[in-house]
């Protein structure tokens, strides 16, 4: 089954799910002087996904033809000849960045996020990468917080 | 209306404004260069900046000028470097990149910033005319129509998706609607599918789901497939020179321009429509009409070739913020991401918006004016020095553009749960692009989600239960119509399906 069909089948699956709650959870907590109101809390949220779960089943059944992998700006099939790793790799900085910012502070991660996402891609002149990040993060820092008046956690949050 | 353009004037006018225009206009063209990051991902990491601004004018004339420049942006490096930063621009690659290998790429900037700026400023003429007529015949809808007329937009969003794409975006629309019921909505007083999660009770947030959609897939695009940001051979004869146009060269684009301002304006303002369609279009169109022997230069460097779709392309951003101003209503993903700005500034755009805050309305309009005549007269001077973008070594810059989805992310709402999110839906996004499914559909259903919740329930309400559908002729029309707009495209391609198969089963 091609990747489109597949996705269809689990954007089914949410719409179920989001089916079910609407259906057979929801009104339950419905207080008696709205259930008289034409419209409840559920009302809307019924009707999407009856459209939703007809949509995903039309698209499940491969009405529509399926996209030609090779046709695509990056082929799905043949995703390892890509730079998977990389990318990879960065998510995972990306989601570690958003775990440590509060904690370690703004300027040491962003530093941080900014060299290491360097060395991810192959760079390999450190001079470059610590000086390159180094201003930026400082130039970023002084922009928001100064210019555009937002407050960020410069240091870490024992300070 | 004469005292509207002054009051827009007048706004456009002040200092602060002006910088705004110059500003926008700049740091468009500065990002929409880069290969991959279009104007919906540009406006989505600018949105924070322009929502800390707070004056709701100041802010939407900043975004506007992001936009224009964004567009001249990506005709730059389309012709520079044959790398297109934006969708629409890579009809202008088809004959700016050849006029670039003829040593004459500064020519065709200068071509394609004068076309951009006719259509622009064509464009915001035509909108100057449409707009107020249109916004006074919606004010005499009431919330049926509106729901009604929403319901219309997101199925012609779609039905223009493309063949064999209609349910698939629709499929999207149903999904963006549905994560717009997350949250506590504003009629209801009790959340809904949080699932207990407190950070889910205000919804999500539409800076991080505008920026998880397109800018983060674009960047996983660029590091997975490296050649994305360098297709071009020979970057060393894109030295910018001889900025010059002669008599002839305008003689023979001026019609050009003219046609393809309308015609890209008029496409603008359907929805879903825009302006990737519209520069298609305009080149296709433009090809017909040419005589035999220029038919022959197209897609070798033809200078009619290069500014229809430059013209088409700018005159169909203007046309999109029709629907935008006068009826609340966005074609695109781009004008999408405007109305969810707007909101989180505290505007509700729609037909009142022309009486409740004219200011914004006409300041808005002024400033593609102004916009337009920055980038003639700022940027083209600038562009051998902005075009020095495309030298930053991308794993330089790759960092900086993921560092800027979870900036633009965060300051919005001081959450870092919310960089999850980001993440998270990023990897989805990028799922389901691999599959060749048009996100724009789900960011338009998500903003519109809760005003089309709105109005239906308000109507529900008035007529108490569904009665307003059959009540009122002008709603079953509207939903009749949005019906015919998904239903007949699929059906055609369907039957153009079995017929293909009929003739050849090789696939």
Known sequence: MALDRWIAFFVLLAFVIYGYTAFFTMDALLPPIMQRNPIWPSSFPKILSVGGMLTALIVLVGFEKSPNPDALDINYRRLTEYKLGQAVALLVLMAVYALVLRPVGFLAATFLFLSIGSLILGERRYLVIAIVSAAATAGIWYLVNVVLGIFLQPLPAIF | ?507
């Open chain 2, 1 to 507: 209306m004469l005292e509207g353009l002054l009051i827009g004037l007048s706004t456009t006018l002040s200092f602060k404004n002006l910088a705004m225009v110059v500003g926008g206009c700049l740091i468009g063209t500065f990002i929409g260069m880069v290969p991959g990051l279009g104007p919906m991902s540009i406006i989505a990491i600018m949105i924070p900046i322009a929502v800390t601004i707070g004056d709701p004018s100041a802010a939407l004339i900043l975004l506007a000028g992001v936009y224009y420049g964004a567009i001249f942006g990506g005709s730059t490096s389309s012709i520079l470097i044959n790398a297109p930063g934006v969708a629409s621009t890579v009809a202008t690659s088809f004959d700016g990149y050849p006029l670039t290998r003829q040593g004459k790429a500064g020519k065709a900037l200068t071509i394609a910033a004068i076309s951009s700026f006719s259509g622009g400023t064509i464009g915001a003429i035509l909108l100057l005319a449409f707009a107020p007529a249109l916004a006074t015949v919606a004010l005499l809808f009431h919330s049926s129509e509106y729901f009604a007329l929403m319901v219309v937009g997101l199925s012609a969003i779609a039905a223009f998706a493309g063949t064999g794409q209609v349910f698939k975006a629709l499929l999207m629309t149903f999904l963006g609607l549905a994560m717009g019921t997350v949250g506590e909505g504003v009629l209801f007083n009790m959340p809904r599918f949080t699932a207990g999660i407190l950070d889910l009770q205000g919804g999500f947030g539409f800076i991080t789901l505008a920026l998880a959609m397109f800018a983060l897939p674009e960047a996983i695009y660029l590091i997975l497939d490296p050649n994305r940001s360098r297709q071009a051979d020979g970057s060393s004869n894109s030295e910018v020179k001889e900025l010059r146009i002669t008599k002839s060269e305008a003689r023979a684009i001026a019609p050009v321009i003219g046609r393809q301002s309308i015609q890209g304006f008029l496409i603008g303002v359907l929805p879903g429509a825009g302006a990737t369609i519209a520069s298609f279009l305009g080149y296709a169109v433009e090809r017909n009409l040419a005589g035999k022997e220029e038919q022959e230069k197209f897609g070798k460097g033809s200078i009619k070739g290069l500014s229809a779709p430059e013209t088409a392309n700018n005159a169909a951003c203007t046309g999109s913020f029709v629907p935008l101003l006068t009826l609340g209503i966005p074609g695109s993903g781009t004008t999408a991401i405007l109305l969810g700005a707007l909101i989180a500034l505290n505007v509700s755009p729609g037909p009142r918006l022309m009486v409740d805050n004219p200011q914004i309305f006409w300041a808005v309009i002024m400033s593609m004016y102004l916009g337009n005549l920055v980038l003639l007269i700022l940027n083209l001077p600038l562009i051998p020095y902005i075009a020095k973008v495309l030298a930053v070594p991308r794993n330089f810059l790759i960092p900086f553009i993921l560092f800027f989805t979870l900036m633009g992310t965060y300051i919005g709402q001081n959450n870092a749960t919310e960089l999850l999110i980001l993440v998270g839906f990023g990897v989805a996004a990028t799922i389901f692009r691999f599959a060749d499914y048009p996100m724009a559909p789900l960011l338009i259903g998500f903003i519109l989600g809760p005003l089309l919740e709105n109005n239906f329930s308000r109507a529900m309400q008035l007529y108490d239960g569904a009665g307003f559908i059959w009540e009122r002729p002008m709603t079953l029309a509207l939903l009749v119509l949005a019906a015919l707009l998904v239903l007949l495209p699929s059906y055609r391609s369907r039957r153009a399906q079995i017929r293909a198969r009929g003739v050849a089963d090789a696939d």
